[in-house]
C-alpha cells in the first residue's frame, strides 16, 4: 500500500511542480482511496469471510478441551492432545482407506479418460460424434440418484463374487470409475487436440505402433491435464459421502467422510475435539495439492467441471 | 457396441475418408509391423488379458453355481467383447474406449435400468426377496421345539472359510449339515456322545465357543433342516452340545400355495401384492416383492400426507438450486468486478486466499458449519450473535437460510474464479468504444459486460444448477434435511431435496425402506435432469465443433 502511495508521489514530483504539490497529492490520494485502497478493507472482509472457519477449526483442534462449547475462545489454549487421541479411534485405518481409494480412482480415472480422448482425438470412426454426445448427456445424470439399484446390485453380486459385493473397496472404486468416461474425456479431448497431429504421423513413418504413440509421445506431452484430472478424481473420491456409505458397512473399511460424520452427527458436543483435529489432518493433503496446482485447476473449471 | 466395430472395420478397407490413411499404410506393412509389436508391449497385454479371463472365468464359475443369471449373461459378453477386441486388429478406437464403456455400461446404465425396474416393485422391508424366501422366513418366524422329541448328542463343526455346521449323533450315526445343506449321514461310525471327528470337518473346541461371543450367537441362530422339506423342521441348539428338532407351527402346502396355522387353524393365501393373506385379513410380515404397476409413481401424487411432505420438498429443491447459483455467482462476479484491477498489489496471494472455502473438503466444511451453527453451543451465536440462542437447525426457515449461508461460502470462490477468467477475456475494444461513447460504470457493467459474461458462464450456471439440484453432501451432512416436517412419512425434514428424500425412503439410514417408492421418486428426478440436460446440450452444442 504505502509502496503505491510512494509511486503516486514520486510521479507528481517528476510531473511537474510549478504548482505547489501538496494539492495534487492530497487530490491523488483521495482519488486513489476511492478507486483502489477501499479494496483492501473489502479484500480483509472477504478473507474473514472465507477463512475465519478455517481458523476457527484449527483453533478448536488444538485446544484441549475438546467440547464445542469449550472452543469458542479462539487460541485459548494449545496442546496436541487431539491429534494424539486420533490414534485411539479407527481414523488412521480411514485416512489410509480414503487415500488408497482417492488414490486408485484418481490413476484409473486418468487412464481411462486419456485412453478415451485419444480414440476420439485420433481416429476418426463412424458413431464418434454420437458417443461423444451420448456421453457428455450420460454425464449429467448423477450416479448417486441410483444408489438403490447400486445397493441392490451389489448384494446380488457378493453372493457371486464376494470381493465386488457389499463392503468392498474394489467395488467402490469400481462405482467411481463408472463416471470416469463421462466426466473426464471432454477436458482432455479439448488438450488432446492442441498436440499436433504431425507428431502421431512422423512417429508412424518411423514404425511407432498406435500403442506406442500412446503411451510414449502423447501421454508425456499432456501431463498438465492429467494432473488435473487425476486431482479432481481425487477429490471426488475424497469428497463421496453417499456411495462410501452405502458401501462400506464395517467400520474398518469406512472413509473419512463416513467416519468422521460419525462423529459429529450425534455426539456433537462430546467428540468436537476429536473431530476438528481429523478434519485439520484430512484437509492437509487436499489443500496443499489444491493450491499448489490451482493454477491448472482454474483452466479445468473454467472448462466446466463444478464442485459437488 | 456392434454397429461402431462394423464401421470401424469398413473404414479399414474403404479407402474413405483421409483420415485413414492416418491409420496405417498398404496391409503389407502393418503386417510386418505386427511382427515388430510382439515385444514388451504385447507381452504385457496378454498378461493383463490373461488376469482378466481367469478373473473372468472364476467369476462365470460361481455365478453359475449360485445360478445367478444375469450376472453370467453380463460377465459372459463382458469377457467375449474384450477377447475380440484386444486380439483381433479390428475395431481399433475400441481398444481404447472399453475399460471406460465397461465400468461406464455395468455400474452406470445398467443401474439406471435397474432403478427403472425397482420402481415398478414393491422392494421394500417386509418385501424383500423371492415368494419362495418369504415362504422359508414364514416358516423359520413359527418355529417351536416339537413337544416330547428326542434330543441328540451335537457338536459344533466349521469348514474351511467359517462356514458353520452341526454334527449330531442319531443313534451311532452321524449326520452333518450346515444352515443352506440338510443334514446327511457321513460314514464314520460314531460312539456315544457327541461326534468328535468328522472327516473334512473342523470340530469347534467348546473352550473357544465358551469365550467368543460372536460364535455363540451365531451358534444359537443356526438352524439345520432335517431334510429338503421345509415342514419337516430344523435342528437347533441351546447349549452347543445338544441338538433338538424344531418345526414350524405353520405349514406350507406347495399344491395349494397356501401357509396354514396347525394351532389356530388359519389358512394364509398370497394374493397379488405379495403378501400371504387370511380370510379375517391379517397377513404374515413377510412377503415378497411383485409389480405393482404404477402404484409408486400413484403413491407420490395422491398419498396425502406424503405428496403434501413432497412437495414441500421439491419447492424447496428449485429454490435451493436456483439460489444456490444466484447467490454465489452474483457474490463471485461483485468481487471478481472489484479485484479486476491491476492497480491492487498481490493479487495472486488474495486470489489464494479467496479460494481457501474451495480447497476444504466439502464434506468437512459442512460437518464444521453443522457444529458452528449449534444453538447451545456453536461458535456463531456465540460471537456474532452475543450468546442468543438463535435454533438455527431447529427452525425450517433459519435451517434453509443457514443451509445456503453454508453453500454459498462453499461455492462463491468458484464463481470468482470463473468471472475472473471471463472478464480477463472480454474484448477490450468493446469496451474502449464505450469508454469513448461515454458510458458510466453502471452502463458499461449492464450492458457490455454482463451480456458478454453470461454468454460464457451460462453453460456453468446450468450445470452447476443440475449440480445444486442433487447435492447431496451439503444438506445430508449439514442437518440430515431436517428439522422434521411434522406429519410426514418417512422422515422427510424441511431442507431435504429430493434426492436426500429419496435416502431417507429407501431407508439407508435406517426405519422402513420403500425401494420401490424411492426408485420411483428417481426416476421423476431422471426426468427433470433430462430436460435440464437438454438445455445444457442446446447450449453448448454450438460451441462444440468435434
Known amino acids: 500500500m504505502t509502496e503505491t502511495r510512494a509511486a503516486t508521489v514520486r510521479e507528481t514530483a517528476g510531473a511537474g511542480g510549478s504548482r505547489p504539490p501538496h494539492d495534487r497529492t492530497s487530490a491523488r490520494r483521495r482519488r486513489w482511496w476511492l478507486e483502489v485502497g477501499w ?12 477463512a475465519f472457519p478455517l481458523v476457527y477449526i484449527l483453533s478448536a483442534s488444538l485446544n484441549p478441551r475438546g467440547s464445542l462449547a469449550a472452543s469458542n475462545a479462539i487460541f485459548s489454549a494449545v496442546s496436541v492432545e487431539n491429534y494424539l487421541a486420533l490414534g485411539d479411534t479407527y481414523f488412521w485405518a480411514w485416512y489410509g482407506n480414503t487415500l488408497l481409494i482417492g488414490s486408485i480412482a484418481a490413476v484409473g480415472a486418468v487412464i481411462i479418460g486419456a485412453a478415451g480422448a485419444y480414440a476420439f482425438s485420433r481416429f476418426r470412426f463412424s458413431g464418434r460424434r454420437a458417443s461423444l454426445s451420448g456421453l457428455l448427456i450420460i454425464q449429467m445424470f448423477p450416479q448417486t440418484l441410483a444408489f438403490v439399484a447400486i445397493l441392490l ?43 499436433p497431429i504431425e507428431i502421431d ?57 463416513v467416519g468422521m460424520y460419525q462423529w459429529v452427527s450425534d455426539q456433537l458436543t462430546s467428540r468436537w475435539g476429536l473431530f476438528t483435529a481429523g478434519a485439520v489432518l484430512a484437509a492437509i493433503p487436499v489443500l496443499v495439492l489444491f493450491l499448489s496446482l490451482q493454477r491448472y485447476i482454474v483452466g479445468g473449471l473454467t472448462a466446466g467441471a463444478v464442485k459437488g | 457396441m456392434s454397429v461402431q466395430h462394423d464401421e470401424a472395420q469398413d473404414l479399414e478397407t474403404t479407402s474413405g475418408p483421409p483420415s485413414t490413411s492416418r491409420r496405417g499404410g498398404p496391409s503389407a506393412e502393418s503386417h510386418s509391423r505386427g511382427w515388430r509389436g510382439l515385444g514388451w508391449g504385447f507381452l504385457v497385454k496378454l498378461a493383463i488379458m490373461a488376469v482378466i479371463n481367469a478373473l473372468g472365468l472364476l467369476a462365470l464359475i460361481s455365478a453359475f453355481r449360485v445360478e445367478s443369471w444375469w450376472i453370467f449373461g453380463i460377465t459372459l459378453a463382458l469377457l467375449v467383447i474384450a477377447d475380440i477386441v484386444y486380439f483381433t486388429k479390428k475395431a481399433l478406437p475400441l481398444k481404447y474406449l472399453l475399460p471406460g464403456l465397461a465400468f461406464l455400461f455395468v455400474f452406470q446404465i445398467f443401474v439406471f435400468g435397474y432403478t427403472a425396474y425397482i420402481a415398478f416393485t414393491n422392494y421394500g422391508t417386509g418385501h424383500a426377496g423371492s415368494m419362495e424366501q418369504a415362504v422359508d422366513a414364514a416358516l423359520i418366524q413359527g418355529e417351536r421345539r416339537v413337544e416330547g422329541s428326542p434330543t441328540y448328542p451335537l457338536s459344533i463343526v466349521e469348514r474351511l472359510g467359517g462356514e458353520l455346521g452341526f454334527a449330531i449323533n442319531d443313534g451311532g450315526e452321524v449326520l452333518v449339515g450346515t444352515e443352506n445343506e440338510p443334514l446327511s449321514s457321513v460314514d464314520v461310525p460314531a460312539a456315544s456322545g457327541a461326534p468328535s471327528d468328522v472327516p473334512g470337518w473342523t470340530v469347534v473346541d467348546r473352550g473357544r465357543l465358551l469365550s467368543d461371543q460372536e460364535l455363540q450367537a451365531a451358534v444359537v441362530d443356526l438352524r439345520v433342516p432335517v431334510s429338503e422339506d421345509p415342514n419337516d423342521g430344523a435342528i437347533r441348539t441351546r447349549d452347543g452340545s445338544s441338538g433338538a428338532v424344531y418345526t414350524s407351527t ?33 397377513s404374515l410380515p413377510t412377503g415378497w416383492y411383485v409389480n405393482v404397476g404404477f402404484d409408486n409413481f400413484l403413491a407420490i401424487f395422491t398419498d396425502p400426507a406424503l405428496a403434501e411432505a413432497l412437495l414441500i420438498v421439491t419447492i424447496w429443491t428449485f429454490a435451493f438450486a436456483l439460489l444456490s447459483v444466484v447467490l454465489p455467482f ?6 471478481a468486478l472489484v479485484f479486476n484491477d491491476p492497480r491492487i498489489r498481490a493479487r495472486k496471494f488474495l486470489r489464494v486466499l479467496f479460494i481457501l472455502p474451495y480447497a476444504f473438503p466439502a464434506f468437512l466444511s459442512a460437518l464444521l458449519f453443522r457444529g458452528m451453527f449449534n444453538a447451545e453451543f456453536g461458535v456463531i451465536n456465540d460471537l456474532f450473535f452475543f450468546g442468543a440462542d438463535i435454533n438455527w437447525l431447529g427452525d425450517p426457515w433459519l435451517a434453509r437460510g443457514a443451509v445456503l449461508f453454508v453453500n454459498v461460502w462453499l461455492s462463491f470462490p468458484y464463481w470468482f474464479l470463473v468471472c475472473t477468467g471471463a472478464l480477463q477475456s472480454l474484448p477490450s475494444d468493446t ?48 442437518n440430515d434435511g431436517g428439522p422434521v416436517i411434522p406429519g410426514a412419512p418417512y422422515r422427510l425434514g424441511s431442507t431435504d431435496l429430493l434426492i436426500t428424500a429419496i435416502f431417507d425412503i429407501a431407508g439407508i439410514s435406517g426405519g422402513v425402506a420403500n425401494y420401490g417408492l424411492a426408485s420411483a421418486l428417481s426416476i421423476l428426478v431422471f426426468i427433470v435432469i433430462g430436460l435440464i440436460a437438454a438445455i445444457v446440450f442446446r447450449q453448448t452444442r454450438r460451441l462444440e465443433n468435434f
Not at chain 1, 479494496?39 to 472465507?50: D, L, Q, T, V
Not at chain 1, 446380488?156 to 457389499?166: D, K
Open chain 1, 39 to 50: 479494496k483492501y478493507f473489502f479484500a480483509a472482509g472477504i478473507i474473514f469471510y472465507a
Open chain 1, 153 to 195: 446390485m451389489l448384494l446380488a453380486i457378493g453372493e457371486v463374487i464376494p470381493a465386488l459385493g457389499i463392503n468392498s473397496k474394489i467395488a467402490l472404486i469400481a462405482l467411481y470409475l463408472a463416471g470416469a468416461l463421462g466426466a473426464n474425456t471432454f477436458l482432455m479431448y479439448g488438450f488432446f487436440n492442441t498436440v
Open chain 1, 201 to 257: 504421423e512422423s512417429a508412424k513413418i518411423d514404425g511407432a505402433t498406435h500403442a506406442q504413440i500412446f503411451w510414449r509421445l502423447i501421454m508425456p506431452l499432456v501431463t498438465p491435464i492429467l494432473a488435473v484430472v487425476a486431482l479432481l478424481a481425487f477429490i471426488a473420491a475424497f469428497g463421496d459421502y453417499v456411495l462410501a456409505k452405502i458401501v462400506l458397512v464395517s467400520e474398518e473399511n469406512w472413509t473419512l467422510a
Open chain 2, 250 to 282: 405353520l405349514v406350507w402346502d406347495e399344491e395349494a400355495q397356501t401357509i396354514t396355522d396347525t394351532v389356530s387353524g388359519t389358512v394364509y393365501a398370497p394374493n397379488d401384492r405379495g403378501s400371504f393373506v387370511a380370510e379375517d385379513g391379517s
Open chain 2, 330 to 335: 452474483a457474490l463471485g462476479l461483485l468481487f
Open chain 2, 431 to 478: 469496451l474502449e468504444a464505450a469508454d469513448i461513447d461515454g458510458a458510466g460504470k453502471f452502463r458499461r457493467f449492464r450492458s457490455i459486460i454482463l451480456p458478454l459474461l453470461l454468454v460464457s458462464t451460462a453453460p456453468l450456471a446450468i450445470a452447476s444448477f443440475a449440480v445444486g439440484f442433487n447435492n447431496f453432501t451439503v444438506i445430508y451432512i449439514f
